[in-house]
Nanobody, 114 residues
Framework: VQLQASGGGLVQAGGSLTLSCAASGITFSTYSMGWYRQDPGKQHKLVAFIGKNSNTNYAENVKGRFTISRDNAKNTMYLQMNRLSPEDTSVYHC?????????WGQGTVVTVSS
């Protein structure tokens, strides 16, 4: 199983990024999925959730700014991140929801400068 997050980078406050998560080795369409952030020394924290039926839910601090989506035909999940702030700086990971410990990958780094 591989869940590969990509698309991170350095962006100025107010800017946008789109993260992608390419899944392999799982029947992607049968899983609820999530985007998580991990700050140094802390546990993974759910940022956005998308169910098998594409129902979504978001952490309070990203509601209205982030949009999670999925393309089951491409085994890929996305996170559109708008109006980014320095507080969004973190390593972003994708995983199933709830997450499976052995599915964590490297994540992708998002850095927002003020």
């Amino acid at each position: 199983v591989q869940l590969q997050a990509s698309g991170g980078g350095l962006v100025q406050a107010g800017g946008s990024l789109t993260l992608s998560c390419a899944a392999s080795g799982i029947t992607f369409s049968t899983y609820s999925m999530g985007w998580y952030r991990q700050d140094p020394g802390k546990q993974h924290k759910l940022v956005a959730f998308i169910g098998k039926n594409s129902n979504t839910n978001y952490a309070e601090n990203v509601k209205g700014r982030f949009t999670i989506s999925r393309d089951n035909a491409k085994n890929t999940m996305y996170l559109q991140m708008n109006r980014l702030s320095p507080e969004d700086t973190s390593v972003y990971h994708c995983n199933t929801a709830p997450p499976k410990a052995h599915y964590w990958g490297q994540g992708t780094v998002v850095t927002v400068s003020s």
